[in-house]
């Protein structure tokens, strides 16, 4: 499911975490500062920098490149 948040701000990334997921969730986030925040919510933070060509390379990156290209 898709939700938005307010600003890509680590207060709100928090929240949403806090709102939106499991404890223990696996977040694979680019590199954007901001998303560290999910590890305040007990969530597990997995960062991967990405460029132009290589996300669609990486396994993680599969199917939400598949969902963004059918929208």
């Given at each position: 499911?898709?939700?938005?948040?307010?600003?890509?701000?680590?207060?709100?990334?928090?929240?949403?975490?806090?709102?939106?997921?499991?404890?223990?969730?696996?977040?694979v986030p680019d590199g954007l500062s901001c998303c560290t925040a999910v590890v305040q919510a007990d969530c597990i933070h997995e960062r991967n920098i990405v460029g132009k060509g290589k996300s669609t390379k990486m396994d993680c990156f599969t199917w939400i490149?598949?969902?963004?290209?059918?929208?």
């Amino acid at each position: 499911m898709f939700s938005a948040v307010e600003a890509f701000s680590q207060k709100e990334i928090k929240q949403w975490a806090r709102q939106r997921l499991v404890p223990g969730t696996q977040v694979v986030p680019d590199g954007l500062s901001c998303c560290t925040a999910v590890v305040q919510a007990d969530c597990i933070h997995e960062r991967n920098i990405v460029g132009k060509g290589k996300s669609t390379k990486m396994d993680c990156f599969t199917w939400i490149n598949t969902i963004l290209w059918n929208l």
